[in-house]
């Protein structure tokens, strides 16, 4: 069965810094692009990361660039989100996927989307 399980939200400060992971199972994490999106209560789904080309270049929303980094470790397929200086917008539920843009995200293995991980960046 294909998945992708994330991990890694928390409760943080503004100016703080959480690392989500996104673990792959029943595939190779490297042979897909991958990218993180994240959705907010009442707010429409945000791109925030998406891998473009087999060399693992990653694209970045506007809103997290010089703040989030996008990282994999093929051998154990396994993504992870370094988000830095976090705010109180990217209060959100945090999500991965294959991706074809940061406007185009689809579940592995299925329809529907997992549960996520919470972020809460709050004083």
């Known amino acids: 069965q294909l998945q992708l399980v994330e991990s890694g939200g928390g409760l943080v400060h503004p100016g703080g810094s959480l690392r989500l992971s996104c673990a792959a199972s029943g595939f190779a994490l490297g042979a897909w692009a991958i990218g993180w999106f994240r959705q907010a209560p009442g707010k429409e789904r945000e791109g925030v990361t998406c891998?473009?080309?087999?060399?693992?270049?990653?694209i970045y929303a506007d809103s997290v660039k010089g703040r989030f980094t996008s990282s994999r470790d093929v051998a154990n397929d396994t993504m992870y989100l370094t988000m830095n200086s976090l705010k109180p917008e990217d209060t959100a539920v945090y999500y991965c996927?294959?991706?074809?843009?940061?406007?185009?995200?689809?579940?592995?293995?299925?329809?529907?989307w997992g549960p996520g991980t919470q972020v809460t960046v709050s004083s």
């Open positions: 891998i473009i080309d087999n060399d693992g270049t990653t």
């Open positions: 996927g294959a991706c074809f843009s940061l406007s185009d995200y689809m579940p592995m293995g299925g329809d529907s």
